[in-house]
């Protein structure tokens, strides 16, 4: 009798445990219908200081539409609808930006798993057409038909084409807040736990970048299902110097002042991304995202931060 009293107690404090850690536990997942729609406003901010005075202040901002236009059990269709002016956006000059008015972009075709995690951007060639064309006449403008000034421009632009072009330069690069949006998805873990890993950090231009992240909750509201997420990551300076060097050595730069620059360059890259959410239905109320590069050369000290907010307009 004793020994089926001890199994049985164990039994219920098992139980007991259970239910209080899956109590804790957060899942995001999409549970997203058809004909889902959200309204949502992004501001992309970039500065950047020498020697602490600051030297550019750019910002743009556009509003989208997410519609879900397809849920099956095995993934989703959304379309990303917008208005967004790519020539401000990456200060393009006026010829350029009178060129993309005329065949303005205006929609997104993505896919996502069943739990709402980023696959792909289905309509990417129709945007990869437009850059493409947009490079071309950046090429002709600098140039200013000047055979030898076009070879060299073209030289220094090629490494930066996949970013512009490519379908993983489109979906990493130009609309990277989709990456951002969806980051979350597939995430199941304690509310109180921080979450350490080494991290694999896309480069369009070599090999990934590693960096040490955690993530971990700042709060949850368990009635609400609303919850604030933490994303901190330290990207290796190795990885990024090796990264900077490809690239200088990818645009042709070369000679005896760049080697001795690059002699006593050094780069701290940190990332310190919030997320608000809403984790069921699996919508963000606010995502920002910041990224701080730290750049020392010849005794020069730059620093650089890239924002992007993702703020929900309705729910």
Known sequence: MKYYFILTLAFLISINIYSQNDSLSVSFVAYWEQGDVYDFKITKIKKQWKNDVLVKNDSSQYIAKFEVIEASDDYYRIKWKFVMDLGSSFNLPDEIKQQLNKKPLTELIYKTSELGEFIEIENWQEISELMTDVFKSLITSFSKNDIKNKEKFEAAMAPFLPMFTTKTGLEQFVFKELNYFHFPFGIVFNSNEVLEYE???????????????????????????????????????????????????????????????????????RDNNRFEYYYNPGVPALIETERVLLIDVENQHSKAIDKTIIELINL
Not at 222 to 248: G, M
Not at 254 to 264: Q, R, V, Y
């Open 199 to 269: 991290d694999e950090i896309p480069n369009i231009l070599g090999k990934t970048i590693k960096g040490d992240s955690k993530i971990f909750f700042e709060s949850v509201d368990f009635e609400n299902f609303y919850c604030v997420l933490i994303h901190q990551s330290n990207l290796n300076p190795e990885d990024t110097r090796a990264a900077v060097i490809k690239l200088f050595n990818d645009m042709g730069l070369k000679g005896d002042e760049l080697n001795n620059a690059l002699s006593t360059f050094k780069l701290d890259t």
